[in-house]
């Protein structure tokens, strides 16, 4: 394949919306491509509609992303240098990379690898949790935007909703209700201003309050009020979450969506290495295989409404992904 159509192949997966929970179109074209390079493909059921693909369960290594995306969805395109569109960089250029690799390495005859893609990794790790049960390998290479370097290692992610109860009243007259907003503002501001952990790898722990609201008007004191949160641990995450549930007041309480500590990965002598602060689901395949962490693109263009993935980053990765492959199989690893 040369790297104009590698290209296209880009551009053609990220034109199929694949919203987490809505990844099955996308998951028939990979499994088309699959089919189409020679590979028999297991698909492994998550849910009646959502499956996993798999591809040589047992080989040495699995290359491993996901197929899923956050939302919103937009459409393909490009430039003369960067490929755009939802998916670009997280993670359908990766994985457009990892099929070139594979058929670059069966031409050369190494056949002692295969694929593990998976569903709902952008918001509970179902697919991987499911995988997690029966696929095995030696290594599993999980593909995310690293800017082309194996991370050492990465935060985990407790993520969880805080919900707090009230009594309604005239807001003229606050002392004849209870306002369910000014107590989870209140808990917010305090789990906000505590430190929450330091590692000397992977740095402090940091809490995000992405969502808030509640109430009915500004003249009525509110019976409800809700909030999601994340926090990047950079410790195991029950201690935190036993914590944050000691702090809350008798109206609030929590409710945890997912929760996954941070991770370790084996690198390869010879490969720039760094640590990300966002989370895979490597957390949710310990029993597939050892970890690596690796991918093209930048984790500061995902999620974006520019997402973006340039070319020769992606050409870089075909090159590395093969590379990767061939030192675990000579034993060329550093855990």
């Not at 020679?38 to 492994?44: A, D, L, R, Y």
């Amino acid at each position: 394949m040369t790297e104009a159509e590698l290209e296209r192949l880009v551009l053609r997966f990220v034109a199929v919306e694949s919203i987490s929970g809505h990844e099955a179109d996308y998951t028939a074209l990979v499994a088309d491509e699959l089919t189409a390079r020679g590979h028999e493909v297991q698909w492994q059921e998550v849910s009646p509609t959502r499956h996993n693909l798999i591809v040589g369960s047992g080989r040495s290594i699995l290359l491993c992303t996901h197929l899923d995306t956050v939302p919103p969805f937009f459409p393909a395109s490009e430039d003369r240098t960067h490929l755009f569109g939802r998916g670009a960089c997280d993670t359908k250029g990766i994985l457009a990379a990892m099929l070139e690799a594979g058929d670059r390495l069966r031409a050369a005859g190494v056949e002692d690898f295969g694929y593990l893609f998976v569903v709902g990794e952008e918001v509970d790790g179902a697919g991987a949790r499911r995988a997690n049960a029966d696929v095995r390998a030696k290594y599993v290479v999980v593909g995310e935007p690293t800017e082309n370097r194996l991370a050492r290692g990465h935060k985990g992610v407790l993520k969880f909703a805080l919900e707090s109860t009230g009594v309604t009243g005239h807001s003229a007259y606050p002392e004849v209700g209870h306002s369910a907003i000014h107590e989870l503002v209140a808990v917010v501001q305090d789990l906000l201003a505590q430190d929450w952990g330091h590692d000397e790898v992977l740095g402090p722990a940091t809490l995000n309050v992405g969502r808030i609201a509640g109430g009915h008007a500004a003249n009525v004191i509110a019976d409800h009020a809700w909030a999601d949160l994340m926090l990047r641990a950079v410790t195991e995450v029950q201690p935190l979450c036993d914590r944050i549930t000691r702090r809350l007041p008798e109206r609030t309480t929590m409710r945890v969506a997912s929760a996954k500590g941070p991770s370790w990965c084996a690198t390869i002598p010879g490969f720039e290495t760094d640590v990300v602060r966002f989370s895979t689901d490597i957390p949710y395949l310990p029993d597939v295989g050892e970890p690596l962490l690796y991918g093209p693109g930048s984790i500061l263009d995902a999620h974006t409404a520019h997402e973006s993935l340039a070319k020769a980053s992606l050409h870089r990765a075909v090159s590395d992904y093969e590379r990767i492959v061939r030192s675990l199989l000579a034993g060329e690893v550093l855990a």
